[in-house]
């Protein structure tokens, strides 16, 4: 029927532009990283004489986590302090931080103990009693999942101006060699996927913020948000939206040049498909276009099958021919971003990286359909109810 064929001939077109997006992406994403990503900030320390609060939320004692927390010892930035923010006396993190704040008497450290039991969102109401103690203007949010290199506070601070709103950094996994598949996996989405889409989005200025690390002015908060931080705390996703309603009060939101490592042990494959299911529906109920009707053909082996069969429904070209041309280049493609983001060879074995790829992609499509359903998530044990305007529910 005529209909029909205009659909699929729509249909193709659309495979073939889809595929010519993503090849526009992987060099301009590609020709940012060697110009912007990881490049030092500037050396004029006229640019850095305000002070710093780093808010460092803790709970429970991760993989990593001393090495992380010793990493704030090499911060190369005069003026700041550390607080490391625990919800609960009998946390047995405290005696981590106890023991960094014992170590390093140069660094102006405490402990800021309890939390807002009125907010939902975990992260905010751990920080918030580190929020109310700061003594400086200027907020670093920072993960315990984060190991800091020394000229990563000075990234965030130098692209801090007048008129910006929050200053976020790319996420990237360690440049350790992964000693489990898991971890490998994560390392390649990281790596190459998302680094794509996170850059990407922030050359076309649409929000796609990680409060891995990320920094705000107080004052910016106290005076454009009700509470201060504690309005982000109704939803699930608050780095998300921190950086949406930064837009909405018309300041800007900048990326750092300097990008985020997170340093979190292993992770098995069934911790990985967990991960990335929960980031998945999550976004389902963020951005609900884009992850219904972009993501789930743009990624990997999805958006080869698609590209193979519009170009065989247009040109009569072999499907397997051009899908395994599509495999064979996307894997060069990747191995190339993940070598010039490290700025090194990935310290895995060609045959291993093979691997952890073929593995991630042809899990993405699970990931994809195992965040369908019910809108209930589930995060450290306990399960949550998701709704369309980003704020959630506790169920249990």
């Known amino acids: 029927m005529w209909f029909v064929d205009i659909i699929l001939n729509l249909l193709a077109l659309y495979g073939i532009g889809l595929w010519l997006s993503l090849l526009l992406v992987n060099v301009t994403t590609l020709i940012y990283i060697l110009l912007r990503v990881d490049k030092d900030p500037p050396q ?21 986590l001393e090495d992380n927390l010793s990493s704030l010892s090499v911060i190369n930035y005069p003026k700041f302090e550390v607080i490391f923010c625990v919800e609960k006396q009998t946390d047995e993190v405290l005696t981590v931080a106890h023991n960094f704040i014992n170590s390093h008497p140069e660094i102006d450290a405490k402990i800021a103990m ?13 920080l918030m009693n580190g929020y109310h103690k700061m003594k400086y203007d200027l907020m670093w949010i920072c993960d315990a999942r984060m190991r ?13 101006t007048d008129n910006t709103g929050m200053v976020h950094a790319m996420p990237i996994a360690s440049r350790e060699n992964p000693k489990t598949i898991g971890r490998l996996m994560e390392k390649i989405y990281f790596g190459t996927y998302f680094a794509r889409v996170y850059i990407g989005s922030h050359l076309l200025n649409v929000v796609c913020s990680v409060g891995m690390s990320c920094m705000l002015r107080k004052s910016y908060l106290e005076e454009h948000f009700p509470g201060g931080m504690k309005f982000f705390g109704k939803y699930m996703a608050e780095d998300h939206y921190m950086g949406k309603h930064v837009q909405k009060t018309g300041h800007s939101l900048k990326m750092a040049s300097i990008a985020a490592v997170q340093h979190s042990g292993d992770l098995s494959i ?5 991960r990335m299911t929960r980031w998945n529906k999550l976004r389902l109920y963020t951005i609900p276009v884009l992850a219904t009707l972009v993501e789930p053909v743009s990624d990997g082996f999805v958006a080869g099958l698609f590209s193979s069969w519009a170009l065989h429904h247009l040109l009569n070209a072999s499907v397997g021919n051009v899908f395994l041309w599509h495999t064979l280049s996307w894997f060069l493609l990747d191995y190339i971003f993940l070598t010039v983001l490290e700025k090194q060879f990935p310290r895995v074995p060609l045959h291993k990286m093979l691997i952890g790829w073929i593995l991630r992609h042809l899990l993405t499509p699970y990931h994809f359909l195992c965040s369908l359903g019910r809108p209930v998530l589930v ?18």
Do not use: A
């Not at 320390?45 to 939320?57: D, H």
């Not at 290199?149 to 692209?159: D, Q």
């Open 44 to 64: 004029n320390w006229n640019l850095y004489q305000e002070g710093v609060s780093i808010l460092k939320p803790l709970c429970g004692i991760d993989p990593c």
């Open 114 to 126: 309890g939390s807002d039991v009125s907010i939902i969102n975990g992260k905010v109401r751990n």
């Open 148 to 160: 800091i290199t020394p000229n990563h506070l000075r990234s965030l601070v130098c692209e801090m």
């Open 270 to 274: 069934s911790e990985y498909c967990l």
């Open 379 to 396: 995060w450290r044990s306990r399960k949550y109810r998701l709704h369309f305007d980003g704020t959630y529910t506790q169920l249990d």
